[in-house]
């Protein structure tokens, strides 16, 4: 059986009181779930999270890291310093990163290698943008950043690893991968890694949808084979909207 995630994706939202305020309301919205749920607050308030949230099921988390564990790298945060705080899991490669902070492929396969190094868990995001689905090459854009961010990967490093697709054309616009269009990626992303791997590789690894999901399509999205839970932007900053699609998984 395959982990099912629902993770938050805090982006650069939320001060110190409002996050403590919000994972207040989580705390008395979020629903009994077998999934695991995580939340991703800014790096300034992951501290307090973490404090906030002991002894509850949800799991804080880092939305980047840099591969150094320490050194001249001004206003950087490294693995050590995320697990000093009890972080274990970061995500890594999201599209706004790649597309503001110029991450690409290179940087982020030291970066995995960091997080790898260090035991910790990696949530992988992906994902073509319009311009690639409309040439027809998402497919293989979403191949490559597979193949150059993560397949230098040993086959047992791969328990670390969570993927999360997400079509940058449906990060915060509103408009979604249809559940159709998620499966159909997600179903090749697991023979891309049986190809690289092994069937098992493939068949364990959990691969998150992320791209505009809200409590009215994220059941549907959910239902589909390949699709193993979501990394929500936007709706994660409300408690009832983040519940919502958490008792949908
Ligand atoms: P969104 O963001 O849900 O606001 O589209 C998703 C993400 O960027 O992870």
């Known amino acids: 059986m395959r982990k099912k995630i629902v993770a938050g994706n805090w982006k650069m939202n939320k001060n110190s009181s409002e996050t403590a305020d919000l994972l207040t309301q989580l705390t008395g919205t979020l629903p009994n779930t077998t999934a695991e749920v995580m939340v991703a ?119 670390k690893i969570v993927l999360a697709y997400e079509p940058v054309w449906a990060i915060g616009t509103g408009e979604t991968a249809s559940p159709d269009q998620a499966q159909e990626m997600h179903a090749f992303i697991r023979k891309t890694i049986a190809e690289a791997y092994d069937q098992e590789t493939a068949q364990v690894v959990t691969i998150l949808y992320g791209g505009s999901v809200k409590p009215a399509n994220a059941n549907e999205i959910f239902s589909k084979p390949d699709v193993d839970g979501g990394l929500i932007g936007g709706a994660a900053l409300n408690a009832e909207d983040f519940a919502a699609i958490v008792a949908a998984i």
């Not at 790298?73 to 599209?95: A, K």
């Not at 995001?125 to 150059?148: M, T, W, Y």
Request: charged share 25%.
């Open 41 to 159: 607050p800014t790096f300034v308030n992951l501290a307090l999270a973490v404090k906030q949230m002991a002894g509850s099921s949800v799991e804080v988390v880092a939305q980047n890291m840099h591969f150094a564990q320490s050194g001249a790298y001004t206003g950087e945060i490294s693995s050590n310093m995320l697990q000093s705080i009890g972080i274990e899991t970061v995500i890594l490669g999201h599209s706004e990163r790649r597309a503001y902070f110029g991450e690409d492929d290179a940087l982020l396969a030291k970066k995995v290698d960091a997080a790898m190094d260090a035991d910790m868990r990696v949530i992988f995001c992906f994902g073509e943008e319009l311009q690639d689905r409309k040439a027809g090459d998402h497919f293989k854009v979403v191949e490559n950043q597979l193949k150059n961010g993560l397949f230098h990967l040993e086959t047992t490093q791969w328990k």
